[in-house]
């Protein structure tokens, strides 16, 4: 790792510490307020109590929509926290959907990812009144975020229980997801994923039959919260179905770095934005279709540019 990104990471971590925020308290804090509208705490699902954030790009109209699932190990997160995500995709064009959803030990799987389908929902069918398009969804996570989305990419079952399709995705995002993560032997993961007899049912890579939306999976290899074996199982598996997947494994990029990479602190010191931007744009494309796609691509590395 160069000199110039170490002392960035040190500066994200730093600024936490010295002002008692959290690393996203930080990015939040430094996150322009100016090119979108944030429409805060929109009722999804009221009657859970299930509400979303918005963050619609100045001008927005027909944009193609994100659909952000934050992380947190299933039991942690609020939407709040992630307003620098909001902001990053807004500012590439993209109507940002930010969710929350329940967790454990209020609830257990798949209960987060029935949230997820019941988010998408609401999308499908109000997102035009906040400038995005219903036919340009994509959802995207990071971490246990990105379980939930590969679910519903992966699991039609999640979404055909609240009357959609996996068709009604263009795509899927996930970065640093867990995707294949048995044997499950941590004793609340347990409890989280259990009984014992369905743990399968939890694992994305089960599903990978060749039917998916495209996929992009984006994971660093000195990730030592979530193997990066995730990423790279999962898409060796979807490739082999024949499904549409991209990859973007990083040689030096931690588990919370890459989500806080699309912070304004990190933004402009590596591509993850940009390879988000480039394969939402792709695929909002209507030309682009599973009848005239090009194969699948082998697993790849994109190296960081830095200065």
């Not at 975020?145 to 263009?170: F, P």
């Not at 993560?181 to 609340?188: A, G, L």
């Not at 931690?254 to 695929?283: C, E, M, Q, Y």
Request: hydrophobic content about 40%; charged content about 20%; aromatic content about 10%.
């Amino acid at each position: 790792m160069s000199l110039p990104y170490r002392v960035l990471a040190i500066l994200f971590l730093g600024l936490g510490v010295l002002t008692g925020c959290s690393g996203t308290g930080v990015l939040n804090r430094m996150t322009p307020e100016s090119g979108y509208e944030r429409v805060s705490n929109l009722a999804y699902d009221p009657e859970r109590n299930l509400r979303l954030d918005i963050y619609q790009p100045d001008n927005a109209q027909n944009a193609p929509v994100v659909v952000f699932f934050y992380g947190g190990r299933w039991s942690d997160g609020d939407k709040a926290q992630y307003k620098f995500v909001g902001q990053a995709l807004a500012s590439r064009g993209f109507v940002a959907v930010i969710p929350n959803y329940r967790l454990y030990p209020s609830v257990r799987f798949p209960a987060f990812v029935e949230d997820g389908a019941r988010a998408v929902k609401w999308v499908r069918s109000k997102i035009g009144e906040h400038g995005g398009s219903p036919a340009k969804i994509f959802v995207m996570g990071h971490s246990a975020g990105a379980h939930i989305a590969a679910m519903l990419a992966l699991d039609e079952s999640h979404l055909k229980n609240v009357g959609l399709s996996r068709g009604v995705l263009r795509g899927m995002i996930g970065l640093a997801g867990p995707y294949d993560f048995m044997p499950i032997t941590d004793p609340d993961l347990r409890d989280l994923f259990g009984p014992p007899e369905s743990f399968e049912k939890s694992q994305p890579i089960l599903y990978a039959t060749g039917g998916n939306p495209p996929l992009l999976l984006m994971h660093g290899e000195d990730d030592e919260a979530v193997w990066v074996k995730n990423t790279r199982n999962l898409a060796s598996a979807v490739a082999k179905a024949g499904g549409p997947v991209e990859t973007v494994i990083y040689p030096k990029m931690s588990h919370s770095l890459i989500v806080g990479s699309l912070g304004p602190i990190l933004r402009n010191n590596n591509d993850v934005l940009a390879n988000i931007d480039l394969f939402v744009t792709k695929w909002s494309d209507p030309s682009f279709s599973r009848a005239n796609r090009s194969p699948p691509p082998a697993i790849q590395t994109t190296p960081l540019e830095l200065e």
